[in-house]
């Protein structure tokens, strides 16, 4: 017996050949069909679809090696896709101010050419500005990495290890033992 479930899904099919049902058919084989514990399967529209297939070890070998040629493809066609990439980033990232300079009556192709131009510019100026703190500290970094290694050094040499404590503080008290025991 196969009991018809409404679930949230796909338009599935069912017995009838009416369209426009969602429906998930449960394992008819599972004993009691008002609480099966069988499988349910959204969208299926036979007992033959409606059964559970075990993972095939051949179609996981091939789903790996597609996904292994799919990212040696891209890559190898790097040169083709970052720009590809980069041109629809900054084709979503700048249609809203396109579209503003548009509503102002500057035309399209100019207002995407302005806007670019704008963007490299900001871009320049920021790399300009940041370009002398990072001059500036890549002059220093020899000196704080010099500084960086005495104080290392010199705490090394002032704090001994853990077991240098412990055999400090088991003399102190065996001191204490033989001048209570006295």
Do not use: W
Not at 57 to 81: K, P
Not at 146 to 169: N, P, S
């Amino acid at each position: 017996m196969t009991r018809v479930v409404r679930v949230r899904g796909p338009v599935a099919r069912v017995e009838g050949g009416r369209v426009g049902e969602d429906v998930a058919y449960t394992n008819p084989a599972a004993g009691n069909p008002r609480d099966s514990a069988g499988p349910v399967i959204t969208g299926a529209t036979d007992g033959v679809a409606a059964q559970e297939r075990p993972t095939n070890v051949r179609t996981m070998a091939l789903c790996v090696i597609a996904v292994i040629l799919t990212l040696f493809a891209l890559r190898t066609a790097d040169a083709f896709f970052i720009p590809l990439l980069l041109s629809l980033f900054l084709n979503y990232a700048l249609a809203p101010v396109v579209a503003r300079m548009s509503h102002l009556g500057v035309p399209r192709p100019i207002g995407a050419a302005l806007a670019v131009t704008l963007l490299v510019a900001m871009l320049a100026g920021a790399f300009y500005r940041v370009g002398n703190d990072v001059t500036t500290v890549l002059e220093q970094l020899p000196f704080a990495v010099q500084r960086f290694r005495f104080a290392l050094a010199d705490t090394l040499r002032q704090h001994t290890g853990v077991l240098e404590h412990m055999k400090r503080a088991a003399t102190e008290l065996e001191k204490l033992a033989d001048a209570a025991a006295r």
